[in-house]
């Protein structure tokens, strides 16, 4: 014990001493005054000194950073391996609060000065166009434009071809939605199987012809049903290039509350099917009906190795602008990327739809003349009233001059003379006669053109890729290159209006219940591969494999392509029909009973100490979960019942970091004692289940227990039938009536105080923080941090908005509300329940529409470093009302707010006052915060829903709504089928290190900051100047992690005998760097049939973090390493036998497999490795 301390003190010293002396060579390096001459206009001669200076900085940072590491790891083995006392136990003080006395076993956060850099902004010039900027400046006036309304005339010379003829490419498609207003099958038998029947058989009747198609999902069902024969054929005309697959997602994903986990996995399975099933490779991305587009979506497609894209739904004022300023076509850059490596080329549909009459040029009118599909006697015809008119020898002159008028004023607003014409539209080409009416008019006009060289334009049909590829060689680069002249664009495109003040922002909360189904199902998902690989490798490894069920593979598989399916834009969108919701709830819920069953078998064989004693059993599962009765039931969780054998329960942490966490479990008794795997006793608070305000559940009890638990790992814990007077610690109640005359049940185990009348405000506190709440409300008020005196500001309210009472109302999509919201005001006050105890405290405040949790949890780390909130939304009885949470606070933002974007990156938004309230909003996957000099404040989702900043210091987050009449946009039903649904978020309030008292980090955050900006300083502002980068910190990436990635606890099933001991599991014999994510670890499919290989995806992230927020202890061994992981040193007690890196879906290998196991990933970077373990 003695050495142990001797130990940890000196060093303690030698760290502090290494850090004070590289303090000091910083502050004198900051304050050389050579820095400021000339106002950093340096000679050459001084910038190679700095530069060489630089460099010896770096290495000396370096060193210490080494140095230090290496005291860490000798401070850290002599006190794991150092005989400590028991941990102590929770006592309550004179002044009522719990004190949980610190952890004997030390841990440390160590951020790589070099680590740091990366958040500060880059080196690289400034896009032309940034779209933050460019909303900014447009003045989203709707002129009337003429026949193209939301635009201008265009006029062009009849020379301007002269030189280089116009080179047209028709681009025939169908957009065919995985579910909209008919089911997934329905459509797949009513529709699609007789476009792509017909498909085959029209395109080999001419090899002129082409046809684009997008979605996989269908694509593959199809070819389950269709003979070896059509099979070859289609093969044959992706060969010839006759037919392309352009994206090849598994669906054409909704961009803004899908998450970049189920975004890249749907790409993987599409490509992975596509593969193996015809032997293509996407080159292009087609993405026309989403509701507007991520940054997010051009960086995966980019390192899925696609070179091009296209994008449709952008607002119509952006549009106009980009056409006025020939940038429709843009390379589209990440904003962290200094040197294009991210680019890809996009093409911006100019005009309002993607269907017929909108493409062929600005007159609609004109264009529906040339959708054949619209001749007299169909059953569709033109709203402008002049029919299509079939091409003869007669009249071709004239159509032909018609057309090529408005293919020549569309080209105008380019900056090619090559030009994109897509002929489709929803469900197009679904019987024979379409096809013939299509491609034979069409071929007639271009054989017109064709022949006539004075008109100097050439038409065909064609893929995307032609259309491409030509530009490229027109241009005169390499496919994906930039071409000259053409603009780089970053940022984004929400968000979306189609025409007047119409924004499509209802759609980011719409069915929040199914948006945070989802989300469970992709954390399943996500546990289930990495265990499933796990357990199956080590099955291997010792010869097992026989014995293991690796058919859970089907299972898996079938999973991955539901919750593919559910990123469709009108699935996780919640804008389908009410029928095709429940088709998806279901498909949703049989999937996450099948992700419970392979997590359930693998923790199962991986948590045996004798894995010759595995069986498996399907009739009886070892281990039990939580269930649902339906798909739009929450769940019920698993009690655990007590009796005088010993109940066991396996904790499963899907993180790839240790966590130190609060696992709560349902028991049948209050008299219980929970051990760790070794037997000790550990210390519990024990809780009364309610059922309403009012009503406790009886013979349900809650027990809390705080577990450490390994990375991707499983930990055991013994329940006992028993009193432990010390660590068994009840919670105290007291409940708040506000003067209802209401009983309230009673428990002689719990203190429960009923308070009828009283409103005063109460504060709840842990280690870190004291929180103040209304006593009136039971609401958030504010939060004073331990360390400091004054309390910031943070007061919540739920409020109201209705919806407006002209013809044009909020639905599905749209989001137009009656002006600002107004306060929620509840019939009766609410009943508040205010909990305390040793591990957490928590107030519930139940309403009428919800039920507030505020929870603050009473352990270092992590979990106790922001407040736990859920709301239980119940708006079944409103009428065309949307129900929204809004948090004040005194945080000066200046009109500028963040917002994530699917959880991968973050966007600053702006505030703008010239647009209306609606246009406002944005979505939020995971994350929004505002900020000053001083504090950020981070509001943490569990699921997506829309989020804003309508005035300084304000965050709003739309819960649920509910509207009773179509908006108009094809769906043809409002919004009705609310379920009771549970938001879960967590808030948390940072400390901020700019401009206040340098620190380590901030001083040297400034050194760097001098240093680039003076290097790279031209005469564009840099892009860090205008705000258009920003990062979470990484106590901020942890703690949304906590929230999405919740432990699983499995209690072992009642049937089962122990019987062989259970021993935890910890599959990593290195921790990753704290900036890294395990995004998944994924088996893939074998070559034949449906079994598993032996190989897996490996995809890890690297996520950017701020240094300049307070860094705190994490609670575990936090480190970073500059971007460098040894992954065959990682896995415990399995070897890397092989590993490749790969294009992101796998289809490209980026080298060829090495002996070396060391990786290095850049900040932000996602990387995908061909991986297998031995």
Known sequence: MKLRKQVTVCGAAIFCVAVFSLYLMLDRVQHDPTRHQNGGNFPRSQISVLQNRIEQLEQLLEENHEIISHIKDSVLELTANAEGPPAMLPYYTVNGSWVVPPEPRPSFFSVSPQDCQFALGGRGQKPELQMLTVSEELPFDNVDGGVWRQGFDISYDPHDWDAEDLQVFVVPHSHNDPGWIKTFDKYYTEQTQHILNSMVSKLQEDPRRRFL????????????????????????????????????????????????????????????????????????????????????????????????????????????????????????????????????????????????????????????????????????????????????????????????????????????????????DDFRYDKPQEWDAQFFNYQRLFDFFNSRPNLHVQAQFGTLSDYFDALYKRTGVEPGARPPGFPVLSGDFFSYADREDHYWTGYYTSRPFYKSLDRVLEAHLRGAEVLYSLAAAHARHSGLAGRYPLSDFTLLTEARRTLGLFQHHDAIAGTAKEAVVVDYGVRLLRSLVNLKQVIIHAAHYLVLGDKETYHFDPEAPFLQDDTRLSHDALPERTVIQLDSSPRFVVLFNPLEQERFSMVSLLVNSPRVRVLSEEGQPLAVQISAHWSSATEVVPDVYQVSVPVRLPALGLGVLQLQLGLDGHRTLPSSVRVYLHGRQLSVSRHEAFPLRVIDSGSSDFALSNRYMQVWFSGLTGLLKSIRRVDEEQEQQVDMEFLVYGTRTSKDKSGAYLFLPDGEAKPYVPKEPPVLHVTEGPFFSEVVAYYEHVHQVVRLYNLPGVEGLSLDISSLVDIRDYVNKELALRIHTDIDSQGIFFTDLNGFQVQPRRYLKKLPLQANFYPMPVMAYIQDAHKRLTLHTAQALGVSSLKDGQLEVILDRRLMQDDNRGLGQGLKDNKRTCNRFRLLLERRTVGSEPDFFSKLAAMFRGLIFHSSRSGNREVQDSHSTSYPSLLSHLTSMYLNTEALALPVARTQLPGPGLRSFHPLASSLPCDFHLLNLRTLQAEEDTLPSAEMALILHRKGFDCGLEAKNLGFNCTTSQGKVALGSLFHGLDVVFLQPTSLTLLYPLASPSNSTDVYLEPMEIATFRLRLG
């Open 213 to 424: 198609w997008a979605e996989v999902s269908f694509f593959a069902k199809w070819w389950d049903n269709i003979s070896a024969q059509k099979r070859a054929a289609v093969r044959r005309l992706v060969g010839n290039g006759q037919l392309e697959i352009a994206t090849g997602g598994w669906v054409m994903p909704d961009e803004a509350n899908s998450h970049y986990f189920a975004l890249i996995d749907q790409l993987i399975e599409g490509h992975q099917w596509l593969e193996r099933n015809l032997g293509a490779t996407p080159r292009s991305g087609w993405a026309v009906d989403p509701f507007g587009y991520s940054s997010t979506m051009p960086y995966l497609l980019r390192r899925a190795n696609l070179t091009s894209m296209l994008i449709q739904r952008v607002h119509y004022a952006i549009k106009k602008h980009f056409a006025a300023t020939h940038s429709l076509e843009f390379m589209w850059r990440q904003t962290w990327d200094s040197d294009s490596s991210t680019d890809i080329f996009c093409h911006m549909m100019p005009f309002y739809s993607y269907d017929v009459p909108h493409t062929c040029g600005p007159d609609p009118k004109i264009c529906c003349q040339f959708d054949f599909k619209r001749l007299p006697g169909g059953r569709i015809n033109c709203p402008w009233k002049v029919p299509p008119r079939a091409i003869t020898e007669a009249n071709v002159a004239e159509r032909a001059a018609l057309l090529l008028d408005q293919y020549r004023k569309k080209s105008r607003l380019f900056r090619s003379n090559v030009l994109l014409v897509p002929l489709g």
